[in-house]
């Protein structure tokens, strides 16, 4: 059972974050004054050994001279009696103990009873990339090793943690973070998103007061209700402009981010495995490794922190080159019909061809079958957990509209929820044991669906076992795998009870394990996270997820202020948008199919209406924009992306402006939610292009104010701006633009 869990654990969490080219980053150590310095992008990071032998941040921020020097690491000075030095020195991973009230990166109990954990600097090794630290307890064997790895291009930060236990006995950890970072005081705005089921990704934005704000999932996987991303700006929120410190955890577990402004002012952001219920047993010589905690700097406000990202992601998280193992960016998403929407459970053979007749009329590359094709799924009361054909459905297998898939030119996905059981199901009848539950105590159904503990071997082996065979016996080239539901009666009833919050590390680890060993098989076959939308997103899942379902409210307007927000921590390339049946089934409201594709053309487009009712003018709007989307997909979901007006907090307009990276096309969104009074849509200053270019301007949908020129400079079009059309009004309009380089 273990070699699985051995070949694959985080290894492959590891190597992601070990940044290919890496040419011009720099990690160097000062032995005279102690101090540590990376250097990457436009961004330098700086900490020492302090006086004490503490590892301390000394700086992080804007690149500096390499001529630059830092002195040795000093401790703050103890305030008051109250405010020990401990507590006031910014430590990169201060262990609970020595009287320290901020929040701890780790906090252990020894088997004697002792929970004092004071660590300092051990050794390190400079790589080429970073450099790895090792602290050690003032006494006791306990090691951890701090990773630090930074990118070339964008200066982005990896750093994370592996707790070493060289005592004779075991250790129990009750916290630990995967790194802490530090800002000096001063006055600055939190942003952090948050949401619930189709109501994911709101920006918040709010000055960062005394204390603590903690942002969180409790919920054993990333959650609707708040995501592993924060922001901090100093002074007050501005798209374009001043300084942005930001981060984003790689997990997908139940994760913590504490930004904590403490009572001297100064501001620090601790976070990885979220200790509510937590605790790991750590026995002798065993060693626990976090997640990665990314962050970065921008001096270029939220909208230039957000590019950073979306390139490093890109770059740096995101699956690549299937199988080749080359370092070739993602390639954009194949536009993608999905059945969900149309026929629900409903599927048949029959109705899925008839489906992808149409959908590959449209010029659709990959058409998907969602839920309801497998066991006795009729609808979410049964089947889950039994991942055979159903045969009434399907009487030859999924054989036959796979092949009239292909033979219509599309590549073929299918919907799976490996990790869930209905208890009206084969699997739950054979082994109710396999669910995580608390021994005597009731199983809490949400949606009709319990959690397989996929900690168990059993389990980790069973779920990897019928994908595999899925993939093997069928052509597939892409699995949607959903997520349903949030944890309850976490128990693992194999483990003695001290171990059994293992859980919260072990169940997340099996399934980066189930997928990076599906990827292994099967190198050609793609992922997407969903999990009833966008529960599960985070740079974790983003290791082996080619994309992700951000929300299952597919209502075009809804959708702009949820793309919008989804922006801020990830690139439109995983951000997938379908466009479906007007009015909507959530809000009622009634949109015209070009607004709800030019929504749906912000990110990653995808069709999921009842297309078997579309008329003939509704195929030829589709058929027409899929491939003037087509032309300009690589520009919208890989370039450099400008949100020019927000849709946040009631807007009347809506912008936004993508460049390619090297500034030769750019494409324009313009929305206008409810003209008011006449009002006329703003000058659109465009913005990243090359202002002695010249760009030819033609519209994809919509048009520019009359005389407008068809040929100017780049310079023309961020001073002058790009003017809309005079009946450019109205509810519920969009339009879209491009712009090519001559
Ligand atoms: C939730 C997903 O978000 C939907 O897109 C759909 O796949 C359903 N589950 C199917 O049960």
């Known amino acids: 059972m273990r070699p699985l869990m051995k070949a694959l654990s985080f290894a492959a969490v590891l190597a992601a974050a070990s940044f290919a080219g890496m040419a011009q980053s720099s990690a160097s150590f000062d032995s005279t004054t102690k101090v540590f310095r990376l250097d990457g992008g436009n961004v330098s990071y700086v900490f020492g050994v302090n006086q004490r032998g503490e590892l301390q941040q000394m700086y992080w921020g804007g690149r500096i001279a390499a001529e630059d020097h830092f002195g040795p690491a000093m401790t703050q000075r103890e305030w008051a009696s109250f405010d020990t030095s401990y507590t006031n020195t910014p430590q990169e991973y201060a262990g609970w103990g020595g009287g320290l009230f901020v929040e701890p990166a780790l906090k252990v109990t020894f088997a004697d009873g002792v929970r004092d954990l004071v660590l300092h600097y051990d050794s390190h090794q400079l790589t080429a990339q970073g450099v790895d630290v090792v602290l050690k307890d003032i006494s006791r064997s306990i090691f951890v090793t701090l990773r630090y790895r930074i990118d070339s291009t964008t200066g982005i930060l990896a750093r994370s943690a592996t707790i ?307 993939l093997t016996e069928n052509d597939i080239a892409f699995l949607k795998w959903d997520y349903n539901r949030n944890w309850s009666e976490p128990g693992w009833d194999q483990l003695p009870p001290a171990q059994q919050k293992q859980v919260y590390v072990e169940f997340t680890r099996n399934l980066y394990a189930i997928l990076g060993e599906l990827k292994k098989r099967h190198p050609k076959v793609e992922f997407e996270s969903c999990s009833g939308g966008g529960g599960r997103v985070d740079l974790g899942i983003l290791q082996y997820a080619d994309e992700v379902w951000p929300s299952d409210n597919t209502d075009p307007f809804d959708r702009l202020t949820q793309q919008d927000g989804f922006t801020y921590a990830y690139t439109p390339q995983v951000m997938m948008a379908w466009v479906t049946d007007s009015p909507h089934w959530l809000n009622k409201r009634t949109t015209s199919l070009s607004y709800r594709l030019l929504s749906s053309m ?112 780049g310079a023309w079009w961020m001073n002058h701006g790009l003017v809309l059309g005079e009946d450019f009004r109205g509810d519920f309009q969009g339009a879209a633009f491009r712009l090519d380089k001559k």
Do not use: C
């Open 164 to 470: 070493e236990n060289r005592e004779p006995q075991p250790i129990t950890i009750e916290q630990a973070a995967a790194a802490a970072w530090a800002l000096p005081s001063g006055h600055y705005s939190l942003n952090y998103l948050t949401g619930r089921w189709a109501g994911e990704w709101t920006l918040n934005q709010e000055t960062l007061g005394t204390g603590a704000r903690v942002i969180e999932s409790r919920r054993g996987s990333t959650g609707h209700q708040a995501n592993p991303w924060f922001a901090i700006q100093a002074g007050d929120p501005d798209e374009h402009h001043g300084e942005v410190w930001f981060g984003a955890l790689a997990w997908s577990g139940s994760w913590r981010i504490v930004v904590e402004r403490d009572q001297l002012d100064a501001v620090r952001v601790t976070g990885g495995f979220n200790p509510f219920d937590f605790s790991f047993v750590l026995n002798p010589a065993v060693k626990l490794e976090t997640p990665v905690f990314y962050g970065g700097y921008s001096s270029s406000g939220l909208g230039g922190a957000s590019r950073l990202l979306h390139h490093f992601e890109i770059a740096h998280v995101l699956p690549h080159t299937v199988g080749t193992g080359d370092s070739a960016a993602p390639k954009p998403r194949p536009v993608i019909y999905n059945s969900w929407e149309a026929t629900e459970f409903r599927v048949s053979e029959a109705g899925q061809i008839a489906l992808a007749e149409k959908a590959a009329s449209l010029g659709i590359d990959r058409f998907v079958m969602d839920d309801g094709w497998f066991g006795q799924r009729k609808d979410d009361h049964a089947g889950l957990g039994d991942w055979y054909v159903n045969k009434e459905k399907f009487p030859n297998g999924l054989k036959p509209l796979i092949d009239k898939v292909h033979s219509l030119g599309m590549d073929f996905g299918l919907w799976v929820e490996p990790e869930m059981v209905n208890p009206d199901s084969d699997l739950y009848r054979k082994h109710p044991d396999w669910v995580l539950n608390f021994a005597g105590r009731p199983r809490t159904e949400q949606r009709n669906q319990l959690v397989l503990n996929l900690a168990r071997p059993d389990v980790r082996d069973y779920v990897l076992g019928f994908l595999d065979k899925l």
């Open 602 to 713: 912000q990110g990653s487009l995808g069709i999921g209406a009842n297309i078997a009712q579309w008329s003939g003018d509704e195929i030829a709007t589709a058929k027409r924009l899929i491939a003037a989307y087509h032309e300009v997909q690589q520009t919208i979901v890989q370039g450099d992306l400008y949100r020019l007006i927000s849709p946040r907090n009631g807007s009347e307009f809506s912008a936004t402006q993508t460049v390619k990276g090297d500034k030769s096309q750019s494409v324009v969104f313009a929305f206008i939610h409810s003209t008011q009074e006449g009002h006329t849509f703003p000058h659109l200053k465009l913005m990243g292009l090359d202002p002695t270019a010249r760009y030819a301007l033609t519209p994809i949908e919509g048009k520019a104010e009359a005389g407008t020129p068809t040929v100017a400079s």
